[in-house]
T-cell receptor, first 115, second 113 residues
Framework: AQSVTQPDIHITVSEGASLELRCNYS??????LFWYVQSPGQGLQLLLK??????LVQGIKGFEAEFKRSQSSFNLRKPSVHWSDAAEYFC?????????????FGTGTRLTIIP | DADVTQTPRNRITKTGKRIMLECSQT?????MYWYRQDPGLGLRLIYY???????NKGEISDGYSVSRQAQAKFSLSLESAIPNQTALYFC????????????FGPGTRLTVL
C-alpha cells in the first residue's frame, strides 16, 4: 500500500523568505502526486499536480514542486512567501492499479508567516 | 456562489444522537467523497460515490452511512454519534478518478459531547 509522509508538522518563515515543504512517498511505481492548500476556515484547494513528464511543476499562487524519483519526493517550493500563504499544506498520493484507485493524504504541514 | 456547499457549517450534538451532514454541488461531477480531518492525521476517506447507484466504503466507514440522493447531493449520517467522531468533515467532488483534481467544500465542524 502506498503511504505519504510530511515530516514537518509546523514551519515558520519570514515574509519574503523562501519556502520548501517536504513530501516523501512510498510506492513501487510513480504515483499521481498532488499538493493541496487549506486556508483557515476553508476547504482544500489544489495547488499543483504531477503525473509524468517535466519533473518541475508550476502551480497557482507562485508555487512549484519538483518530483525526484530517486528520493521518492515531491517537495513544494516558493521563492518568496506572502502573509497570505499562511495555511496548512497537504501532499497527496494517488494510485490506480487494475481498477483499484486510492488517494492518500499526508498529515499536513502548517505554515506560519512572520512579518 | 460556491461550487460545493456543506450544511451545517458547525454542529454540536450529544452522544447517541443521529445527525446528518449534507453536501451539494453545482459542478456537475459524478464522483463525490466524504472525508474527516483530525489534527495530526490529515484527511481520511469515509465513503465515496461514483454515481447515484454506486457507493463505496472508504478506509474509516464504521459508524457512518451515506445517501446519494441525486448527482448533486451526497449526505453523510452518523446513526448514533460518539465523542470520537468529533472532527472536521469535508465533502469533495471530481470528474473522474484518482488522477483528477478534487474540489472541496468548506467543511462542517462537528462536536459530539
Amino acid at each position: 500500500a502506498q503511504s505519504v509522509t510530511q515530516p514537518d508538522i509546523h514551519i515558520t518563515v519570514s515574509e519574503g523568505a523562501s519556502l520548501e515543504l517536504r513530501c516523501n512517498y512510498s510506492y513501487g511505481a510513480t504515483p499521481y502526486l498532488f499538493w493541496y492548500v487549506q486556508s483557515p476556515g476553508q476547504g482544500l484547494q489544489l495547488l499543483l499536480k504531477y503525473f509524468s513528464g517535466d519533473t518541475l511543476v508550476q502551480g497557482i499562487k507562485g508555487f512549484e514542486a519538483e518530483f525526484k524519483r530517486s528520493q521518492s519526493s515531491f517537495n513544494l517550493r516558493k521563492p518568496s512567501v506572502h502573509w497570505s500563504d499562511a495555511a496548512e499544506y497537504f501532499c497527496a498520493v494517488g494510485i490506480s492499479n487494475f481498477g483499484n484507485e486510492k488517494l492518500t493524504f499526508g498529515t499536513g504541514t502548517r505554515l506560519t508567516i512572520i512579518p | 456562489d460556491a461550487d460545493v456547499t456543506q450544511t451545517p457549517r458547525n454542529r454540536i450534538t450529544k452522544t447517541g444522537k443521529r445527525i446528518m451532514l449534507e453536501c451539494s454541488q453545482t459542478k456537475g461531477h459524478d464522483r463525490m467523497y466524504w472525508y474527516r480531518q483530525d489534527p495530526g492525521l490529515g484527511l481520511r476517506l469515509i465513503y465515496y460515490s461514483f454515481d447515484v447507484k454506486d457507493i463505496n466504503k472508504g478506509e474509516i466507514s464504521d459508524g457512518y452511512s451515506v445517501s446519494r440522493q441525486a448527482q448533486a447531493k451526497f449526505s453523510l449520517s452518523l446513526e448514533s454519534a460518539i465523542p470520537n467522531q468529533t472532527a472536521l468533515y469535508f465533502c469533495a467532488t471530481s470528474v473522474t478518478g484518482v488522477a483528477d483534481t478534487q474540489y472541496f467544500g468548506p467543511g462542517t465542524r462537528l462536536t459530539v459531547l
